[in-house]
């Protein structure tokens, strides 16, 4: 069975740092490139970045909104993909997802639970 | 950036109600085109990618077409489990842009 779950969200103050978690079991981790969308409280999804997988030099692209505030990296030996963000700003607030890339990494076919990252003073 | 629009961002139908939602690009991205389903508090499902294949496990109900810039999301008769909120992805370009939303109410 296909599984992904995302830690470590928690409150964090504005210009914070926090390091979120995407373990994955159930499939060839190393295979895939994985994407990491996110959903503001109330609002609709926003793209936040993706990693390639071992074939295209694990090459990783972000939205205009995160890029260089915000790193992708994987540990495919732990079948775990990170996010690890920094200077976060209210407007960051919202339930971050991991999801499996399939089809030429053209769509997401699994997604985690999500996990709430709350930035505020 | 390519923008993605929906239409409409919310409808209100019955059950056994034939629903028709559209998302409009705004540039050409031939059928790299994905439709998910959300519903509330949890994460998004993919019902329908490349514009018209039908993900495994996904009601028959569902179906996709499109191509260009204009794409449609239809289910051919509304069951109570439907209640949800659709989105489109373009996965023409990086980032991959979502519309904003289209939610499915009980009339």
């Known amino acids: 069975e296909v599984q992904l779950v995302e830690s470590g969200g928690g409150l964090v103050q504005p210009g914070g740092s926090l390091r979120l978690s995407c373990a994955v079991s159930?499939?060839?981790?190393?295979?895939?490139?994985m994407d990491w969308v996110r959903q503001a409280p109330g609002k609709g999804l926003e793209w936040v970045g993706r990693?390639?997988?071992?074939?295209?030099?694990?090459?990783?692209e972000y939205a205009a909104s995160v890029k260089g505030r915000f790193t992708i990296s994987r540990e495919d030996s732990e079948n775990s993909l990170y996010l690890q963000m920094y200077s976060l700003k209210t407007e960051d607030t919202a339930v971050y997802y991991c999801?499996?890339?399939?089809?030429?990494?053209?769509?997401?076919?699994?997604w985690g639970q999500g996990t709430l990252v709350t930035v505020s003073s | 950036d390519i923008q993605m629009t929906q239409s409409p961002s919310s409808l209100s139908a019955s059950i056994g109600d034939r629903v028709t939602i559209t998302c409009r690009a705004s540039?050409?991205?031939?059928?790299?085109l994905n439709w998910y389903q959300q519903k509330l508090g949890k994460a998004p499902k993919l019902l329908i990618y490349?514009?018209?294949s039908l993900q495994s496990g996904v009601p028959s109900r569902f179906s996709g077409s499109g191509s260009g810039t204009d794409f449609t999301l239809t289910i051919s008769s509304l069951q109570p489990e439907d209640f949800a909120t659709y989105y489109c992805?373009?996965?023409?370009?990086?980032?991959?842009?979502f519309g904003q939303g289209s939610k499915v109410e009980i009339k």
């Open positions: 999801a499996r890339s399939y089809g030429s990494g053209r769509s997401n076919d699994y």
């Open positions: 159930g499939f060839s981790f190393s295979g895939h490139y």
């Open positions: 990693s390639g997988n071992k074939d295209n030099s694990y090459i990783t």
């Open positions: 540039q050409s991205i031939s059928n790299h």
């Open positions: 490349a514009a018209s």
């Open positions: 992805q373009e996965s023409h370009n990086v980032p991959r842009m």
